[in-house]
């Protein structure tokens, strides 16, 4: 037999497979437990509208503050790790190597816990303080990488160029190097923010209230209470609600990158 044939035969198997266990789970399930169980209407109703208005809007705010404290850091890092004194490129390659290692779970423990016990030192804001914090010191060390190579990935001429025009190191790097290298690293970071989406889903560590619930908690609690697991099912759609988009739009951004090259 061929090896074109044995191809062809072997992708209509796996055809073949697929259609038979779609046609076996359409024929065995309990169509009417799982309506009843996983899409509740009467459950999902009365989600609205406070799925969107705390829980939605509570996840988008949790996110965008850590973003933007991480993001910060991250720089801070990344410079340090590129510059000429020694020290400060071990701090942060161990900073970053630290961070890196740790699951975001226990830093946003410790930040919320670990600090007050130890050291008796509170951050302020509460819920968003304390979840902004802890999850923007883990997102720092990785976004502190990509921001790493994006400068980078900015050719050394550029930086040569305007220090021979009289500028400092610095004033070059803010004016020259930086807006380039975050050009070359929207699509990294657009990836990091919706990590970051996600990983709120942790701030249930912090305990809540009814106006401060993230997407994940709001919905877990509503479960509990209805015994029903529609509510996963609605918070996880507008995860994607929020999150497709973001993730098209890295698509767009990379294309866009390699048609550029």
Known sequence: MKKTTKQKLRRAILYLVFVLAVVLFAVLADWGQIQTSFFNLDVAAEMLPRVFTVAAKNTIVYTFTAFSFGLVLALVLALMKRSEIRPYRWVANSYIELFRGLPALVTIIFVAYGLPIALDIRIPGGLLGQGTVGLGLVAAAYMAET??????????????????????????????????????????????????IKDTSLFFVLGSTPVNKELTKFGRDLMTQKFNATPLVVIALVYLIITLPL???????????????
Do not use: H, W, Y
């Open 147 to 196: 921001l790493r190579a994006g400068i980078e990935a900015v050719p050394r001429g550029q930086m040569e160029a305007a220090r021979s025009l009289g500028m400092s190191r610095g004033a070059a790097m803010r004016s020259i190097v930086l807006p380039q290298a975050f050009r070359i690293i929207i699509p990294p970071l657009t990836n990091e923010l919706v990590l970051l």
């Open 247 to 261: 993730t098209r739009l890295v698509a767009q951004l990379e294309k866009r990158a390699a048609r550029a090259r």
